[in-house]
């Protein structure tokens, strides 16, 4: 298991932790908080889409979906690689520390792109454990975000490899080998 893996699973377990502790607010309420925001900031844009809660393992899915076969609006949402979607997600999770006192690791997909965005991950994996072991050689894969960084290390292990993230900020990137 990579360090990154170790110190998400940590967090995570002590955000639990806290939450149960310090009687945090349930992920229900957590994602109504979140979805009354975005349903604004939807109406302020004049952008359809309907929102959908899931709780999953604890933790809040939220999901914009269009209304009809236009998602022209949605996709301005998304933006450049999710970076729109990224920025919104802690818009949200920032509205849900205000309004509850506690850190929320909710989860906002827009029209389908994480899923999708999941899938080319699985594919970046997949490849680059294949050439780790046809070569036997390291493979650095492009930067990503955290949360993308998790899927692919969560990816790479279920393969029986081993991956490390490596440099700082947006240079952040993951590095697969086959391990000792």
Do not use: C, W
Request: cysteine-free; aromatic content about 2%; charged content about 35%.
């Amino acid at each position: 298991m990579s360090t990154d893996n170790m110190q998400d699973e940590t967090l995570e377990a002590v955000d639990e932790q806290a939450a149960v502790q310090d009687g945090g607010g349930s992920a229900e309420d957590e994602g109504d908080i979140a979805a009354d925001y975005l349903e604004e900031l939807l109406d302020i844009a004049d952008i359809d889409g309907d929102i959908d809660i899931e709780v999953r393992n604890g933790r809040t899915y939220i999901s914009i979906v269009s209304e009809d076969n236009d998602a022209q609006g949605l996709q301005a949402l998304v933006g450049h690689d999710g970076e729109v979607l990224e920025a919104l997600q802690e818009l949200a999770r920032l509205s849900v520390l205000t309004s509850t006192e506690h850190r929320s690791r909710l989860v906002l997909d827009i029209d389908g792109f994480r899923d999708a965005r999941n899938k080319e991950l699985r594919e970046i994996a997949e490849e680059a454990v294949g050439k780790v072991k046809e070569t036997g050689e390291e493979v650095a894969l492009a930067p990503m975000s955290a949360y993308e960084r998790k899927i692919v290390h969560d990816i790479i292990a279920d393969l029986g490899m081993v991956s490390e993230s490596e440099g700082e900020g947006s240079r952040r990137h993951i590095v697969v080998s086959a391990g000792s």
